[in-house]
Structure formats: C-alpha cells, structure tokens
C-alpha cells in the first residue's frame, strides 16, 4: 500500500485548499483513512478519520466546522477540504491509512499502519 499526499501550498488567511491522498491498493474502501499534521516543534495530531464507506467522520476540535473529510472509493482518493484557515494550522499534513479495519473512524496515531509522505500547509497572517 502506497499513499501520496497533494494539495498543500502557501494561502491566506481565511483561505482555503483542498489536500488529496491517493492511494494504491485493490481494497481500498475496505481502508479507514485518516489525515494527520504536525507544525515545527510540536508532535504530530489528528485531524480528520473516515471509515472505508465514508458514512463516518471524525475531527479534531480545532478543525471541526472548518475542514471535511471525504472520499472516492472509485477513485482511490481521500481529500481534505480546508476552509477558513488560520496560521495555527500551518503544518505538513499526511495522510494514514488503516488496512486492518473500515467500519469505524480511529483518532491514534498507533491505528494507522500506512502513512504517506506529507504536503505542507502555509496558512501566512
């Protein structure tokens, strides 16, 4: 299983941007997804999970309202669409992949067990 991450650039304030991960694979809804950042200093959090069949979604406090997880099982892709962003979420963001579980959504970082590389978020102020 491969993942690679897309999206990311530099955006203002109030802006948004739209990530993608697309990911290899022949199961792929059988996958629970999940987007994770990590800003300098600080250690890596959860976002965002969506269970293999997308009925279910989980966010992250600081995200919720303001981004949303969704997915293509067609397509082998699972996006984050980020709105209203803020210098606090200025990050580089990965996206995981749970291939042992679909019909949930998991918060830990240890319930991912396929990470892609990152993109990295520039929210300037």
């Known amino acids: 299983v491969q993942l690679q991450a897309s999206g990311g650039g530099l955006v203002q304030a109030g802006g948004s941007l739209r990530l993608s991960c697309a990911i290899s694979g022949r199961t792929f809804s059988s996958y629970s997804m999940g987007w994770f950042r990590q800003a300098p200093g600080k250690e890596r959090e959860f976002v965002a999970s969506i269970s293999g069949s997308g009925r279910s979604t989980y966010y992250a406090d600081s995200v919720k309202g303001r981004f949303t997880i969704s997915r293509d099982n067609a397509k082998n892709t699972v996006y984050l669409q980020m709105n209203s962003l803020n210098s606090e979420d200025t990050a580089v963001y990965s996206c995981?992949?749970?291939?042992?579980?679909?019909?949930?959504?998991?918060?830990?970082?240890?319930?991912?067990?396929?990470w892609g590389q990152g993109t990295q978020v520039t929210v300037s102020s």
């Open positions: 995981a992949a749970n291939t042992l579980a679909y019909t949930s959504v998991y918060s830990r970082i240890s319930d991912y067990d396929y």
